[in-house]
């Protein structure tokens, strides 16, 4: 019973993720304003990192792991540059 409550309950996980990734991606596309964009983009690499985690967890693999990180990694990185593009104009000094 454990095994297969874990096994709907990381379905169900996935399931949810893809759906806030869709509402978030039409945030990303149809944002007013750059500001809306960079949060949406920030929200769908989140989104992304978890949905990696889950799929990990399904499978047992560690590949998935791994690209959790890398996401999480490169995501940081590409928002606090656009943050500072968006308040400053350039990114390096």
């Not at 949406?40 to 047992?60: E, H, K, P, R």
């Not at 995501?75 to 400053?88: E, H, P, Q, Y």
Request: with cysteine; glycine share 8%; hydrophobic share 55%.
């Amino acid at each position: 019973m454990t095994t297969l409550l874990l096994a709907w309950a990381v379905t169900a996980s996935q399931v949810m993720l893809g759906l806030a990734m869709a509402c978030v991606a039409t945030r990303f596309l149809s944002g007013p304003r750059a500001q809306d964009r960079v949060l949406g983009l920030d929200s769908v690499y989140v989104n992304a990192m978890l949905l990696m985690l889950t799929f990990g967890i399904q499978t047992g693999r560690t590949h998935y792991f791994e690209a959790a990180l890398a996401i999480a990694l490169l995501g940081f990185a590409g928002t606090v540059a656009l943050s500072k593009f968006l308040m400053r104009g350039e990114v390096i000094e």
